[in-house]
């Protein structure tokens, strides 16, 4: 009860302490301008999909003339695959500005299609933008120090500790009020944003929530750190300067070391070490006795073993086999690779336990599914759409289906995952 | 000058004696040198790794055996790009833009296969350079070591006494400043190192001169910072705590916002975008593929005028191989036009985010160090092109060769039997039309040359910052 009503005395004060109340202004207006922004950059990348959409079936209609055969539908193609971004992504844009959320594939090798990278300027994803989960992330714990490390040293300084302590009774209960409202200040102020974006775009209530939880926990962890720093009894520059340390060991110097520890330890191949691969198979088969593509090919769809290539010649069955077999002939790097990024990503998980930053905007990330699972699951989903198309097209090239461009309205379509959320 | 000396002499004796100052410079230069190794190691291996995938794609393409010479344009070739030397010191745009390109006929492929694609990521600041740490953490120590210095006089009331004494407010100013300044010029010696490790790899000393003096400029800009604050200020705890919070702003805050700035002031299509508005202007082209194609019919009237013959059949050289040289032609200048278009996007966008180095020095430095090290995109964006160019050279010595060396006749028959498949090639030294690549930053004048705005805007903040300070100096009275 006496810590309630300290809280409330002090929120009066409080109320007064002017360099709070910019601060509180400031951290208001950088959270109102990051969801501003991110809700922006989330509008844009949605009007983008429609946008190609819809050129994206222009195309196709005007490539529609070009459509003789089967094989030659499936060559004319393209099929645009994407992934929206969530409903909550305006707070963490995460791996959009790095990975590829976008591309436009066909039925030859895949390989050759899925690295392409459809990314933003270079110059501005290395800056880096002020998202929501950057500001919660870095910038607010910064606030916090500022704000706390001197709660002790100023009435220190001007002699009012020790009269402050005695009247007030319970010593520690006013410095924890203290604490304690400038904590729930900076907390509010930041986080109110959040909610008026996130019922804007109808983002559920459960993430935000977790966001707010979050983000909370992040918050008290560093005001507590903060608060059990500055009663060091030692002059304010000692205190100001060994948070900010804790700050760049936490935020930068154990995220870079442990970036470039995992880099190290865990391998992958290089990309270019797929692509070569690829490339040399699909290459070499034109040369190559024709068994030597469709065994490959049968082992992995045995059912159309009946059909017999040509001696020599072009025919559309036996190159959408060698763009397969290129395909599978790299699966043990594309494998690798994969893996190997996934290694990483776990590593980074749990080093990311040992930052509180990282770990938040990483959680922010996975909650906004923008995060590197995120990023996978969307490979995947386009791995699966071209699949799908080779499960379309095989049937008709091997049991000789006479072309009718009606059937091409089967054509499976991309399904976009449950991301909409 | 004397006093001068002795001011700044006593100043630095009070820096070693201060255990906060040591340790903060101990850390700092701990920081500094593991990340200096680090990157070393990092951009040495990188280099090693795709000069020598360089090479190795290189002896690939020219060890194919004889072939259809349009195969070998299917077949196509990578590039691989090195990094500059000064990498070592600021890798910029190196770890967010792919390093390898595939080459190949009727098309400009991105560069894929960035080191952020596939790296761990740990968040916004996980990716540590000496340049980032110069320029977001060296200020911190700036204002470690300067906050004080004058402030702390005025707070033990040793001010008064000392310019009672007949010390005029500015020279105690400036013997302060000259501590800093040499304490700045101690700092830089990790960034000579590097820089000199640059050298011994081919780059070139004045260029390391003019990066030693750009940060030269960004450091003694906070070392001014500090020092007016320090002077203006009455309490040491407010010079700190306001120093610390224009550190925020200007290191962290500005720098992204200006991001979002430039991201919505100057939108950008993306690739897949314009890439779908240029397949309808490519469309209008004809295929090169299909000699027939009533695109290349005027090419084929010409022709049959110039050598006075009835069929194509009777030309003297090989038709398709002539629609497939104008068709490249055709279609690499829709392909260039687009890809300037956009590159001219992303150099605008550059070009904005620069420009708010007006606000914050931070971002002035930043592209003067990446335009310096060779890192910057213009540095990517000639990767581009110089790629773009190869392309096109090696693709078009290859129709070359389908004209004059291999004849219609056997051309167009090549799938009739295993016979004239063998006859509708052209022999292997063909391949030689590629050229050798190997990528270099740009001469040292012209990088000198794009850091202009951004030099321009440091020189700016120096003078106002030493006009502030003779200002504060003149304030500081008895």
Redesign the interface.
């Known amino acids: 009860m006496s810590l309630m009503k300290a809280f409330v005395r002090e929120a009066q004060f409080s109320g007064r302490d002017r ?1 709070l109340l910019i601060w509180i202004l400031v951290l208001l207006s ?1 959270s109102s ?1 990051s969801v501003w ?1 991110g809700l ?2 989330v509008n ?1 990348q949605k009007a ?1 999909i429609e ?2 959409i819809e ?2 079936r ?2 196709r209609l ?1 490539e529609a003339s070009k459509l003789k055969d089967w094989g030659s539908a499936a060559y004319y193609s393209f099929h ?1 695959t994407y992934d929206p971004p969530s409903k909550f992504a305006f707070a963490a844009m995460g ?1 959009r500005d ?2 590829p959320w ?3 594939i066909r039925m030859l090798a895949l390989e ?1 299609q899925i ?16 998202d929501f989960a ?1 500001l919660a ?3 607010v714990p ?2 916090l120090i ?1 704000l706390l490390y ?1 709660l002790r ?2 009435e220190r ?1 001007g002699g009012r500790q020790d009269l402050l302590e005695a009247t007030c009774g319970n010593a520690s209960s006013l410095w924890r009020a203290r604490a304690g409202v400038r904590t729930v200040a900076v907390f509010v102020s930041v986080i109110t944003p959040l909610f008026i974006a996130g019922m804007i775009t109808g983002s559920s209530l459960v993430s935000l929530l977790w966001a707010a939880l979050i983000v909370f926990a992040h918050t008290a962890l560093w005001a507590w750190l903060s608060y059990t720093i500055a009663a060091w009894r030692r002059p ?3 205190i ?2 060994s948070l ?2 804790i700050w ?1 060991v936490m ?3 154990f ?6 520890l ?2 190290r330890v ?1 391998p ?1 191949p ?3 070490e797929i ?2 691969m690829q ?2 198979t699909v ?1 070499d088969a ?2 190559l006795p024709r068994e030597e593509t469709m065994t490959p090919f049968f082992d992995r769809h045995p059912d159309w073993i009946d059909y017999t290539p040509a ?4 025919e559309w069955p036996w190159y959408y086999a060698f763009q397969q077999v290129g395909d599978q002939r790299t699966e043990p790097i594309t494998n690798a ?1 994969r893996e ?2 996934m290694r ?2 776990r ?2 998980a749990a ?2 336990l040992l ?1 509180p ?2 770990l938040l ?2 959680s922010l990330q996975t909650l906004a599914k923008t995060d ?1 699972n995120a990023a996978m699951a969307y490979e995947a989903r386009v791995r699966q759409f071209h699949a799908q198309l080779r499960d379309f097209y095989y049937p008709k090239f091997y049991r000789n289906e006479p072309f009718e461009k009606s059937g091409l309205d089967n054509l499976p379509v991309f399904q976009t995952g449950t991301s909409g959320e | 000058m004397r006093v001068l000396l002795l001011i700044a002499k006593s100043e630095w004796q009070y820096w070693i004696r201060s ?2 100052v040591i ?2 410079t101990l ?1 700092f230069v701990a ?1 500094l040198v ?2 200096s190794v ?1 990157t070393g190691l ?1 951009i040495d291996a990188e280099t090693h ?1 795709r000069s020598h ?1 360089q090479s190795e ?1 290189e002896e ?1 393409f020219l060890a194919q ?1 004889d ?1 259809h010479p349009h ?1 070998m344009v ?3 070739h ?1 590039l ?1 790009r090195a990094p500059a030397p000064l990498a070592i010191f600021d890798p ?2 190196d ?4 390093h ?1 390109i ?1 080459l190949e006929g009727h098309r400009q ?6 080191a ?13 350079s000496p340049a980032l740490i110069y320029q ?2 060296a200020p ?1 120590l700036i204002i ?1 070591l300067g ?2 210095s004058i402030v702390r006089e005025r707070e033990a009331s040793t001010l008064i006494p000392l310019l009672a004494q007949g010390l005029a407010g500015h020279t105690l100013m400036f013997g302060k400043a000259l501590a800093i300044f040499s304490f700045i010029i101690l700092l830089l010696v990790p960034l000579i190192i590097s820089g000199v490790a640059a050298i011994s790899f081919g780059e070139s000393p004045v260029t390391v001169m003019f990066l030693a003096g750009a940060y030269l400029s960004y450091l003694t800009i906070w070392g001014m910072l500090t020092l007016c604050l320090s002077a203006l200020l009455r309490k ?2 407010e010079a ?2 306001l120093l ?2 224009v550190w ?1 702003g200007i290191t ?2 500005m ?6 700035v ?3 002031r100057v ?7 314009t ?3 240029m ?2 202007d490519l ?1 209008k082209l004809g295929d090169g593929h299909n000699a027939k194609d009533p695109a290349f019919a005027k090419l084929r009237e010409n022709l049959l005028k110039q050598y006075g013959v009835e069929r194509v059949e009777d030309l003297p050289v090989n038709f398709r191989g002539l629609v497939a040289v104008e068709a490249e032609q055709k279609l690499t200048k829709v392909l260039n036009d687009y890809a300037e278009a956009r590159m001219e996007g ?1 150099s605008r ?2 070009t904005l ?1 620069a420009k708010h180095g007006w606000f914050t020095p931070a ?1 002035a430095i ?1 592209f003067a160090s990446r335009t310096l090290s060779g890192t ?2 213009e540095h ?1 964006h000639r990767f581009l092109r110089e790629a773009e160019a190869l392309r096109f050279d090696f693709v078009q010595g290859l129709n070359r060769a389908h004209v004059d060396k291999l004849s219609y006749g056997d051309d167009i028959n090549r ?4 016979a004239s ?1 063998r006859r509708a090639r052209v022999n292997a030294s063909t391949w030689e039309v590629l050229d050798r690549f190997n990528f270099e930053p740009d001469k040292p004048l012209s990088r000198l040359e794009n850091t202009l705005q951004s030099v321009a805007i440091l020189l700016v903040w120096l003078i106002l910052l030493l006009l502030l300070m003779v200002w504060a100096g003149r304030r500081l009275q008895p």
């Open positions: 360099s950088l301008l922004f922006a950059e844009d983008t946008d190609l050129a994206d222009q195309d005007a645009l791996q790095l990975q976008k591309h436009r050759g690295y392409e990278r459809d990314a933003d300027n270079p110059v501005l994803a290395l800056v880096g933008r002020f950057f992330a870095f910038i910064l606030v500022m001197d040293v100023s300084a304010g520059t000692v100001l300067m900010l340390s760049l935020s930068v110097i995220p870079a070391s442990a970036r470039a995992i880099d865990v992958t290089t990309g270019a692509l070569l490339r040399e290459n034109w040369d001696e020599d010649g072009f690779y190997g990024r990483r990503e590593f980074a080093a990311s930052s930053p990282s905007e990483r590197f | 255990q906060v340790g903060g850390l920081l593991t990340t680090l990092r790794a995938q794609a690939t055996p072939r195969r299917h077949y196509g990578y691989f910029g745009l770890a967010v833009t792919g390898s595939f492929n991105s560069a894929t296969f960035a952020s694609d596939a790296s761990a990521d740990l968040g916004g600041l996980s990716w540590l977001l953490f911190l470690l906050h004080a040491r705890s700190l705590a610390a919070a925020l962290l805050v720098p992204s916002l200006a991001v979002n430039a991201e919505r939108p950008l299509a993306g690739k897949i975008e890439d779908l508005t397949l309808s469309r992303e966008q550059a985010l971002l930043a910057d995109l990517y799938n009739k039997d295993e498949w």
